[in-house]
């Protein structure tokens, strides 16, 4: 199955490298000490950075939730534009539909590579749940179970499997 996630890791290498970025940041601002920042590489840290693991709550989740959270944003802003054109403006066209498909691989490609890495998620439920305040526990719950469910989902290629089965929906549609 590592073979399967680096193929979909290559074959959506934009969502990859926005990822990299993403949890590149979070470690600058945090201080934490980055081993390896390649973001697309042959191992199953493929779209991911190698780092130190975080040693307080709020640092833990940041790296898991923040990278999420701003692919995230970005892939329904990129997705918003064509759906906009087909059903308000009732654009039709070639040329459009090209746009469309471009900004759709676009979004499929931030939305595949949204989760934290296993280590990363592992990381977050033990920072948070052993370590952890009670209102950091009562804050962080519902964004950890999401990382935690996505980083098992990504790590297994079903957030490809899921994407691509909307994006075909997304497609046929119009």
């Known amino acids: 199955m590592t073979t399967f996630y680096i193929f979909t890791r290559f074959l959506t290498f934009p969502g990859a490298l926005v990822r990299g970025l993403w949890e590149q940041m979070v ?17 199953e840290l493929c779209s991911h950075i ?22 995230a944003v970005l892939a329904f802003l990129l997705a918003i534009g064509p759906v906009l054109g087909v059903f308000v403006f009732r654009m039709n066209n070639p040329i459009v539909f090209a746009v469309q498909l471009v900004a759709y ?3 499929f490609s931030l939305y595949v590579n949204s989760y934290p890495s296993i280590e990363d998620a592992l990381n977050m439920k033990e920072k948070i749940y052993r370590e952890g305040n009670i209102l950091q526990k009562i804050l962080f719950t519902p964004g950890f179970i999401g990382c935690y469910i996505g980083a098992y989902l990504e790590r297994w290629g ?5 994407a691509l089965a909307v994006m075909i929906l997304m497609i046929v549609r119009f």
Not at 27 to 43: A, F, V
Not at 50 to 71: M, Q, R, T, W
Not at 158 to 162: A, E, P, Q, R, S
């Open 105 to 107: 691989w676009f979004a």
């Open 27 to 43: 470690c600058r601002i945090h201080g934490i000490p980055m081993e390896d920042t390649r973001m697309l590489r042959r191992d």
């Open 50 to 71: 190698e780092h130190e693991l975080f040693p307080k709550a709020g640092g833990a989740f940041a790296i898991g939730f923040v990278p999420a959270l701003f692919n």
């Open 158 to 162: 079903v957030t490809f499997l899921l």
